[in-house]
């Protein structure tokens, strides 16, 4: 199903092709014009396998952040990208299929970089722009797995590459609670493992 929302001289493109997605998932890719088959989704046990065209939001309507949770994943980029694409973890999802989608992103890419970044709509808001991660291993070529976490403890967001920590905001900043996902950038091949929320007492 192809469903295109127009907001005034906005049109956002909300996916959902038989086939191209595993069950019970959803996508919204940044491109209007993209065709129906234009990104793929393969699920194998614990693994999603992801080959994007357009830059998009990937996620299931019942994987919500809420109060104190960690969402992680280990993402593989399978082939290097010119330029570099990003690929990581979003949380605060609002109306993902309404003409106004909010949410905030944490993402890293092969040269060993990570960004934050919020949508409200087609407007995006950098609030940490692309900066050098030490805890990613060497940045030449691709590496093998980043793992990436959010964790929400009380008024903070954390957010970790491995086991350390590269930023920290506000809850009130980040966005608040609302559905989690991935955000693949475009035209790439990336491998995601252990996707999950664990939800804290």
Do not use: C
């Not at 393969?42 to 999603?48: D, H, P, Q, V």
């Not at 996620?59 to 809420?66: C, G, I, L, N, Q």
Request: aromatic fraction near 6%; charged fraction near 25%.
């Amino acid at each position: 199903m192809r469903l295109i929302l127009a907001a005034g001289p906005i049109v956002i493109l909300l996916l959902q092709a038989a086939g191209t997605l595993p069950v019970g998932w959803k996508a919204r890719v940044d491109d209007p014009q993209a065709a129906p088959n234009a990104v793929s989704v393969a699920a194998e046990k614990e693994s999603l396998k992801f080959k994007s065209g357009p830059a998009g939001i990937y996620y299931k309507p019942d994987m919500k952040a809420e109060k104190d949770y960690e969402l992680t994943a280990s993402f593989s980029q399978l082939e290097p990208s010119v330029p570099p694409e990003p690929y990581g973890l979003f949380i605060a999802g609002v109306d993902l299929e309404k003409e106004v989608p909010r949410y905030t992103s944490f993402e890293v890419r092969q040269d060993g970089k990570f960004r934050i970044s919020s949508r409200n709509g087609d407007k995006g808001i950098t609030i940490v722009e692309w900066k050098a991660a030490a805890p990613m291993a060497d940045p030449k070529g691709v590496k093998t797995s980043n793992t990436l976490t959010i964790r929400a403890q009380l008024a903070a967001i954390h957010f970790l590459i491995g086991d350390r920590e590269v930023h920290q905001m506000s809850r009130a900043r980040a966005g608040g609670d609302g559905l989690a996902g991935v955000r693949i950038g475009k035209n790439l091949q990336v491998q995601v493992d252990k996707l999950g929320v664990k939800k804290f007492p």
